[in-house]
């Protein structure tokens, strides 16, 4: 998903700092926002003007800015309109990801299904899946202890995958999404596909996925 900042998201972020830490400099403010020092000063005189932050001036050299009662309504409307925009592009993004998934266990009926990752995107497609007849029967993660549970599943070790025969395996671990395809091509039968979201793959027939070596090339079904 592609996060766009926007001058609105821009001046949510310097108010929710400017709450938290009044003393923070414009240096500051510029460093932890991403923002040039001049884009900064801009966004300042504009709160200022609209009535939403104050400076407190002590000397030449030590100025505070602090949140005005309204700054403080405009924070807490901005914050909840965040919310709001984030509920929905959670949820826009579980309905993509399941669509994705269907494509992809095309033939199958009622898939069986083990996640490979237990990170942000494994929980998206965790409760995508949960509103479909795709079944998750375990997950595997290298950084947790085989046999500890995550979202009620049990997580396996790899090699438990062969004996367990899940009709696909989806690859939920961006960071390491190479990786971890190499080692259950190499480690699985071909009738289990093995389905990545990290790139566009075709919708699986009757065999797996295969991804070309060669850098930029597109991935075909064997």
């Known amino acids: 998903m592609l996060f766009i900042c926007s001058p609105r998201l821009n001046q949510l972020q310097i108010l929710r700092m400017i709450a938290a830490n009044p003393h923070l400099t414009q240096a500051a403010l510029s460093a932890e926002c991403g923002l040039s020092v001049s884009m900064v000063n801009n966004y300042m005189k504009e709160l200022c003007e609209a009535g939403l932050i104050e400076y407190r001036r002590k000397s030449t050299k030590n100025v505070s800015y602090h949140l005005t009662s309204l700054g403080r309504a405009q924070l807490e409307s901005m914050e909840s309109e965040l919310t709001g925009d984030a509920i929905a592009r959670f949820a826009k993004t579980k309905e993509r990801l399941l669509e994705r998934i269907l494509a992809l266990c095309a033939g199958i009926p009622s898939p069986r299904v083990v996640l490979f990752g237990t990170g942000h995107l494994s929980e998206l497609v965790f409760h995508a899946l949960a509103r479909s007849e795709i079944g998750v029967i375990g997950v ?3 950084s947790r202890p085989i046999g500890s549970r995550w979202c009620g599943c049990e997580i396996l070790n790899p090699r438990q995958l062969v004996e367990l025969a899940p009709d696909a ?4 671990d961006w960071g390491h999404a190479d990786e971890i395809w190499n080692r259950l091509e190499a ?3 071909g009738h289990i596909r093995l ?4 790139r566009h793959s075709p919708a699986a027939g009757s065999g797996r996925v295969t991804r070309h070596p060669s850098p930029g090339s597109k991935p075909s079904i064997a």
């Open 187 to 189: 480690l699985l039968p």
């Open 169 to 172: 395996v989806i690859i939920t």
């Open 195 to 198: 389905i990545r979201l990290d």
């Open 140 to 142: 595997c993660d290298d």
